[in-house]
């Protein structure tokens, strides 16, 4: 028995070295029992197996660092080396997947599904599959979300989702009730925000209101919060609230574009054309090709019945976006002032044809 | 110091015989003053003669509020002689400024008025009425006022008496204008590119807007008259694009003496003129027959009958539901023109009821031209009378429901000026008109002007963004658009179309009565253009209408149709297609087409057939015979077979579009029975053809 149990020790130190050295030097000792030469096997294994796991790992983590510096082609590489040696390695699947995410959606879903599969409780990869679905059929991202609901209640982040494609959809009861289901959950700023722009959408100002102080409340650091809010306000014909949280909105963010805009449209609806230039010449020089703050500062020129001026703007504008519906309708009324009537008389068929209906007014009143 | 007395007296006297020297400018026509060309003198002298003869007579038609046109021409004429031979005489000049301003060219009577002045200080009392005339056509109101005021303070009793009623009248003109200019209109009014430097006036347009008639002096093929005018003839232009730019001569209409538009129709089929027969001047309708102009017939009954008078009846317009005849009368109440109406009363033996007073409208000045628009509510006319900014004024007045012309409203600058402002003719939508004007900075006398209502304010849009969705990160823009300020919107639809036969599209003259579904009455009737198919109808929105439409050989055809009372202004376009059913019938199927030698019906053939099928479908008991024709190139016998062929072959069509076989005959004539001479490539052409025969019915 001593015999024996020396003779074991020595075999465990006679592979062992020669594991140190090389596993072509293993010298396979034919006097071993079959249980010594089976125990020899496992151990053997068992080495292979750690030297594939920490390949496998290496490839992931060099992976994983060429995903956060975008450089996704070599990811990808090193991503497939990972799971080449560890087809369960759920991980570099979903990394794999977000890599193809764009430049691959369907290798990006495979990718997504295999890693579902190995981890069921994580959706992460459901997610992912939903968010690629949602570029080209919201109702299929929107099942998606709900298998995700279906395996677990506690998904806020599902709800939010599928508010958002409902709002989509432009169906917003059912994205005030995704909004509302999410927030049962999680009070999130974001949420509230969405729940209340929704509200607005339907003129129910007071809940949308409501909705975006609360947003505030649970984030105050938001800027595009304060600037829904000030719109909200605005619609309901309350300037001096509009421009208090215009300017709140601005001071959160002091590149806000759409805030000096949306301050300068104000101020140009108010007639305070003074304020109304400082701001739209601000959206500008933070944004020079913010077309919207173009077609408000020709708006500004036609006021002060500067029409040339005003088709430069409204010109440009248009230059930035062909299809700028409200550029069309207001350059066609600055032409008509300046006797050029076919002019005025093409741009209201383009509003019209880009969904402006009182354009047709026009066309119908002036141009037949 | 004495020194500079004497230098300033010495520069004093100096100025003193400087300004006796320009005033001693004005020449006398005196001997004294041409020893060297006494010929010329008398000649002048002579000239200013028989001028200030025909400005007494101006003067004469002036104060008794007539028309004073024509003899001040000819006195303009006269002293224009004398003023090429002596055109430094004071009076000569303010004589000149006086006359010019009872014409179309009175924008140059200051001229002459400065130039007066210029010459001499001093004048008759009358002369300051002339210059308040020129001040208030200058728009300088309270410098004419004063003018006015000066001449009734010194003119004699009895001059101040004759011009009393016109001096006050100015006076009233000029303290009102102020508050006329003061309200600023948004309209554009543009002198039209066909104008010429003669009279351009009587603008008439169709509701449509697309064809404008008028009236010219210009330059014509016709003998010059006493005072160097040609006569007046009737053109006419269509739109082209966005503007009139080519006329012509409507020439089926004029004669070698005057020819004036006065109203047309607002479907462009019928036109008024007047013209004068035995020294009375009457109102005649014309009709469009096609393409060309029927001679023109006594409107309003016979002559002396109706609304027909022993005084001149002018410029008229028709009443949209073409059952009475607006128009200028020189034997109105106030013994000046006024505006008249005359009803029908049996259309078939032309009796027409005795002209009455269109009421309010008319004033004890005169009243120059009348519209009424295309809605059959609201006239137009000119007038001197009323809140007047000098000379004629258009207005505009609204009837109510008693059928009562209401109080006019001046339409104000830039549509009136203190120049002669008048007739009126718009379109349906009220969108666009045209008036005639003699005010400066024209191209010659009376111009015709477009005049464009542009409306409210058309608010500016501005724009704004708003990240709603926080997710999203492309903002969304404010869906709200900036909405006119309602303007005045006329609830009146253009119907137009034409009337076609629905196989060869042919255009017909048919009879179209539109009658008011809820009420069962015929609201309007009209006949389509025989040339074009052409209808036009005016129609008030909010109703559904029946039309009805009948020609002769055609089935009668009747539909229903909702104008819905929409937003303003509309413009309906319809053709109505009709079924020739007429036994005997020969309608050649001009769109059928094979290739040369061949049989087969081409595909660009099967529109017609289609419709030929489509119509064989609807009345069944028709029964046609198929026949084909060719030219009389290559053999007759050959040409018998393939006529026989091609009208086979459209039988064959027609059968396969579901027509029993029983229903048709085909039937070759070959070369037998051309219609034009085989000797020219168009005859033809017009010779190989296939027709269809309506055998039975």
């Known amino acids: 028995m001593r015999k024996q149990i020396l003779l074991f020790f020595v075999l465990i130190f006679a592979a062992n070295f020669t594991f140190s050295q090389s596993v072509d030097s293993i010298i396979i000792d034919t006097t071993l029992t079959d249980f010594e030469l089976s125990f020899q096997d496992s151990i053997i294994v068992l080495n292979e197996q750690n030297e594939l796991f920490s390949t496998s790992r290496k490839a992931y983590n060099d992976g994983l660092e060429l995903f956060n510096n975008q450089n996704f082609q070599e990811a990808i590489v090193n991503f497939t080396n990972a799971v080449v040696i560890d087809s369960s390695f759920a991980q570099a699947y979903f990394y794999r997947a977000k890599c193809y995410e764009g430049s691959n959606n369907s290798l990006a879903i495979s990718d997504y599904q295999m890693a579902f599969s190995l981890d069921s409780t994580n959706f992460s990869p459901l997610y992912g599959i939903a968010k690629i679905q949602s570029i080209s059929d919201l109702n299929e991202a929107i099942n998606t979300y709900n298998v995700i609901i279906s395996s677990s209640d506690q998904e806020s982040k599902a709800y939010y989702e599928i508010g958002v494609l409902f709002y989509l959809q432009k169906d917003i009861k059912r994205a005030i009730s995704s909004f509302t289901n999410s927030i049962a959950l999680i009070k999130d700023a974001r949420t509230f925000n969405d729940r209340a722009s929704c509200y607005r959408l339907l003129d129910n100002n007071e809940l949308a209101i409501k909705d975006y102080i609360t947003a505030i409340a649970l984030n105050s650091d938001l800027a595009f919060i304060y600037n829904n809010l000030a719109s909200t306000y605005r619609k309901q014909g309350d300037s001096v609230k509009a421009l208090s949280y215009y300017s709140l909105a601005i001071s959160k963010d002091t590149n806000y574009v759409l805030a000096y805009n949306n301050r300068g449209s104000l101020y140009l609806d108010l007639n305070d054309i003074e304020n109304a230039v400082i701001d739209i010449d601000q959206a500008i020089s933070i944004d020079n090709e913010y077309a919207p703050a173009y077609n408000n500062k020709g708006a500004i020129y036609h006021q002060r019945k500067q029409y040339t001026q005003a088709l430069f703007f409204f010109d440009k504008a248009i230059s930035l976006n062909n299809n700028y519906a409200k550029a069309y309708l207001n350059r066609g009324i600055t032409r008509q002032m300046t006797r050029d009537e076919d002019g005025a008389c093409n741009d209201w068929v383009k509003a019209k044809e880009l969904g402006i209906n009182v354009a047709n007014k026009y066309l119908v009143n002036d141009c037949n | ?697």
């Not at chain 2, 003067?59 to 224009?80: G, K, V």
């Not at chain 2, 462009?268 to 109102?283: A, F, H, S």
């Not at chain 2, 009348?370 to 007047?388: C, E, L, Q, W």
């Not at chain 2, 253009?529 to 009805?548: D, H, M, Q």
């Open chain 2, 1 to 697: 110091m004495i020194v500079i007395n004497l230098k300033r007296i010495l520069l004093f006297l100096t100025i003193f015989n400087f300004c006796q020297l320009l005033l001693a400018q004005n020449v006398e026509f005196r001997n004294a003053n041409f020893r060297a060309a006494k010929g010329g003198l008398k000649a002048a002298q002579k000239s200013i003669k028989i001028a200030d003869e025909f400005r007494e007579k101006a003067l004469l038609n002036f104060l008794s509020i007539q028309d004073a046109r024509i003899e001040s021409e000819n006195a303009y004429l006269h002293y224009q002689k004398a003023h090429s031979f002596n055109p430094n005489n004071a009076d000569l000049n303010y004589k000149i400024a006086s006359v010019l301003l009872f014409t179309n060219r009175k924008e140059f009577a200051k001229e002459y008025l400065d130039k007066a002045i210029s010459l001499s200080a001093e004048f008759p009392p009358e002369f300051y009425f002339f210059q308040g005339m020129v001040l208030q056509l200058d728009g300088e109101y309270t410098k004419a006022i004063e003018s006015y005021q000066y001449f009734m303070n010194n003119a004699k009793k009895k001059v101040v008496e004759q011009y009393d009623i016109l001096t006050k009248r100015y006076i009233e003109e000029c303290t009102l204008a102020p508050d006329l200019l003061a309200h600023k209109h948004r309209i554009w009014v543009d002198n039209l590119a066909i104008n010429s430097e003669y009279d351009d006036w009587s603008p008439c347009l169709s509701a449509d807007g697309e064809l404008l008639i008028f009236t010219s002096n210009r330059k014509n093929e016709n003998i010059i008259n006493e005072i160097g005018a040609y006569d007046q003839d009737i053109y006419y232009s269509n739109l082209s694009g966005r503007n009139f730019k080519n006329i012509s001569s409507l020439s089926e209409l004029n004669t070698l003496t005057d020819d004036v538009s006065g109203g047309l129709s607002y479907d462009g089929q019928r036109l008024l003129i007047y013209k004068e027969e035995d020294g009375n001047t009457d109102v005649f309708e014309s009709k469009l027959n096609g393409k060309y102009w029927d001679q023109a017939n006594r409107k309003m009954g016979e002559k002396l009958r109706g609304g027909n008078t022993d005084a001149d009846e002018t410029f008229a317009s028709f009443d949209p539901p073409d059952i009475k005849v607006y128009y200028i009368t020189d034997g109105g109440y106030s013994s000046n023109k006024d505006i008249y109406f005359s009803g029908v009363m049996n259309r078939e033996r032309n009796i027409w009821g005795k002209g009455q007073s269109a009421g309010v409208v008319n004033t004890k000045f005169q009243e120059g031209s009348v519209y009424i628009h295309p809605d059959a509510r609201t006239m137009y006319f000119s007038s001197k009378g009323h809140n007047s900014l000098g000379g004629y004024d258009i207005f505009v007045s609204y009837v109510d429901e008693l059928g009562h012309w209401g109080k006019p409203v001046n339409l104000g600058y830039p549509i009136n000026t203190p120049y002669d402002d008048l007739f009126y003719s718009a379109t349906a939508s009220g969108r666009y008109a045209y008036i005639a004007s003699n005010r400066a900075g024209g191209k010659g006398g009376l111009d015709i002007y477009k005049v464009t209502y542009w409306g409210a304010d058309k608010p500016m849009t501005s724009d704004s963004e708003d990240q709603l969705m926080a997710s999203i990160a492309s903002p969304v823009s404010d869906k709200s658009i900036a909405e006119p300020i309602a303007f005045e919107e006329k609830s009146l639809t253009v119907f137009k179309g034409r009337i076609l036969d629905g196989v060869t599209k042919k255009s017909i003259a048919a009879a179209i009565d539109i009658t008011i579904n809820k009420t069962g009455k015929i609201y309007t009737s009209a006949y389509s253009n025989s040339a074009t198919g052409k209808f036009l109808l005016s129609l008030p929105a909010g109703e559904n209408y029946g039309i009805s439409v009948v020609a002769e050989g055609y089935l009668f055809h009747s539909e229903n149709f909702d104008l819905p009372k929409g937003d303003g202004f509309n413009m309906v376009t319809k053709d109505i297609e009709l079924k020739n059913i007429k036994v005997g019938n020969n309608i050649a199927l001009k769109n059928v087409f094979f290739n040369t030698g061949k049989w087969d019906v081409k595909s660009d053939s099967y529109a017609e057939l289609d419709r030929l099928a489509a119509l064989l479908a609807e009345i069944l008991s028709l029964r046609i015979e198929i026949s084909g024709h060719t030219d009389d190139v290559g053999a007759e016998s050959f040409n018998e077979l393939l006529s026989q062929r091609r009208a086979d072959a459209v039988v064959n069509y027609l059968v396969g579009k579901g027509v029993d076989k029983n229903r048709l005959i085909a039937k070759g004539y070959g070369q037998s029975k051309p219609v034009e001479s085989n000797n020219t490539e168009e005859g033809r052409a017009s010779n190989r053809r296939t027709e269809f025969e309506i055998i039975e019915n």
